[in-house]
């Protein structure tokens, strides 16, 4: 059966069309009126009435990785279908291969053949292959950059092949609904949203160990749950600061040992202990202890990123899709930004192009009221 239609856009009439037949397949395999649903949201995972699985597909798109319908048809017929390759391996809910294939640009697409092709033939497609619509989607997961170019290391090869691994691995056996790397990261990502403390996340992690022996080889802590997820990349920098903020220890200052303006340590000033330190003033110095910390998210592999996927890819060129409905409803409504478009044309002809804003403000990563302290953030924002 073709099913070529699951990859154009919800709006097309072959998508509808699509959706139509595969409810019409879905009905003889209902269960007490309900059956999987195979939306990009749900990804079989949940069960409801063909009707409410209808509006599911039509409006969150059809799981592009679901072509075989093996839960949707006859037994007699599902018997005779051949699972592809790429779907073998694949463990629970979450396309856990897709991250890991943007973490670390990895690229699985077929490679081109050595064989000669018909020159006249190239000519007569290279007008095609370089001119695109600007409404169709761009495959942007190919595309070289000659300043930051991708060359995975063996040492990244290795981190690879080991979250391959563990997102290849169910989370115990028999388990389909998570694997070992989607757990965690369900788990990392519970933390951040209810502020779970270090600690409590390593007592949570030994009450499930202890709990459900049958997971094995899985981070007994926070630490070796973090080890983890630096591996998938987007890390941050540590960049020494004076005390003052006056400067920042970093490029041509990176060796120095004192600030140039204000001459305060670089040092944190501790109690006297064992150890190379350096007395000044009443305080001990200690080397080694910054007094102050910057941390610096990287921006151009954030945005590499968000033009890997392309779920993001779409949402990254969005205003230049966009229709103008005369409302002021986004930045790009304003004059400012239709000002900027007119000075600067070939920037905002080219819908890969990003404009960031950039917000600051302060807050209290304690939450207590009582106390000065206080972190900055600069934000840069798509």
Known sequence: MDTSWIDFRKWNTRYYNGCMEFLEVAKETLLKGKTRCPCNKCKLNKWFDLGEVGGHI???????????????????????????????????RDDMNGLLRAAF??????????????PSLSEANFEDEYSYDM???????????????????????AKYKLLREASDEGLYEGCTTFSKL?????????????????ASFNKLLELLLDAF????????????????????????????????????????FAGKSECHICHRSRWKNVKEKEGESSVK????????????VMRYFPLIPRLKRLYMSSKTALDMRWN???????????????????????????????????????????FNPHRLMNTSYSTWSMILIP
């Open 58 to 92: 039509l409006f969150n798109d059809f799981y592009k990785n679901y072509r075989q319908w093996i839960f949707h048809r006859r037994v007699e017929e599902s018997n005779t279908l051949e699972i592809p390759n790429d779907q073998e391996n694949v463990v629970g």
């Open 135 to 157: 409404h169709d989607e761009l495959n942007f997961e190919c595309e070289e950059d000659d300043e930051f170019p991708s060359t995975n290391t063996n040492e990244e090869e």
């Open 281 to 292: 003033d009443k305080g001990t110095c200690k080397k080694g202890v910054p007094a102050k």
């Open 182 to 198: 989607s757990f965690l990261l369900h788990l990392f990502y519970l933390k951040c949203m209810f502020h779970w403390s270090a």
């Open 320 to 362: 230049f899709d966009r229709k103008d409905g005369n409302i002021i409803s986004h930045p790009a409504d304003g004059e400012a930004w239709k000002m900027f478009d007119k000075r600067y044309e070939e920037f905002s002809k080219d819908p890969r192009s990003v404009r960031l804003g950039l917000a600051s403000d302060g």
């Open 213 to 252: 022996p049958y997971i094995k080889e899985f981070p007994s802590s926070y630490y070796e749950g973090m080890k983890i997820m630096n591996d998938l990349g987007l890390g941050y920098k540590k960049i020494h600061a004076c005390p003052n903020d006056c400067m920042l220890y970093w490029g041509e």
């Open 105 to 118: 640009k990895v690229d699985n697409s077929p490679q081109p053949t050595n064989e000669p092709q018909d």
